[in-house]
């Protein structure tokens, strides 16, 4: 968030940063300027236009109502407030004008997941009438934090070099010991793991109901049909994801490569020939939702499958926050 501000167009007024105890009174860079971190307390967001909150869910449940009480409009990154019917759930480029309707004074930041591919889908859903959307994710390490991280690096350490291992059922999780998995239900390195977030009724996980409920809602269309396989593979940071969409009519590769290709947010690289499409490696650290490998499906006319990979940590989190920020402050809003 903070490197980002320091490359976004400068809509910002005074900055304060705002965090618990433990961390007021340290000083941080933000666009050229020390700050001292303040204290989260009701009066530091008097005054406030803007409050962006990237802090876990029950601190956003207690605090965003606090900011909005206090007269600023709290933009927030938790899955606190996101399906209510009261709270927009805001991607720019695909329903900017939802922030129209605030009556909380708060918006929600969907979860990275979503947000990797929503920008793609809701542009082709624009031009062509999406029906249903079928996902599988390939979900970078860092989408479950600093100890996500820390696991992966650890366990591809600790297998690095070991071309004994990934041969036997079991090897590589004998190798690591069950401690070394971190917040993974299985070891990551050499591996991939059909997992994230927590069980939810009828076997779907978390992250998996959070795709199909908030693409309903981003979309603004509550009865798409939508399902989701969910699966963390050995990547740092950037989601890929596999998405198979169907639309009212007939659609091929190439007007979906040309609508993809003027749509705000969307970088298409889809040459397989000379062996281009995006990887997580090859566009992480980047802003746009990055497109390749769109095909029209053989058996639908109406079907169109592309591979897609965004940034978890910046389009994902931080910088589709900031986005709704500069689209608040663009259209008047604040
Ligand atoms: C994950 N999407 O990747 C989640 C984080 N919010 O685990």
Redesign the pocket.
Known sequence: MLSLLDERPDIWGEIRLIASARSAGRTLRVRGQDVVVQALAPEVFDGVDIAMFDVPDEVSAQWAPVAAERGAIAVDNSGAFRMDADVPLIVPEVNADALADTPRGIIANP???TLSMIVAVGALHREFGLESLFATSY??AS??GQAGIDALYDQLAAVGGRRDLGQTAGDVRKALGEDALGPFPAPLALNVVPW??SLKDGGWSS?ELKIRNESRKILGMPGLRVSATCVRVPVITT?AVAVHARFARPVSAAEARAVLAGAPGVAVVDDPAAGEFPTPADVVGTDPTWVGRIRQSPDDPNEVALFVCGD?LRKGAALNTLQIAETLVGRGLR
């Open positions: 979860n990275c997941t979900q970078a989408g479950a994230a977030g992250e989601h978890n």
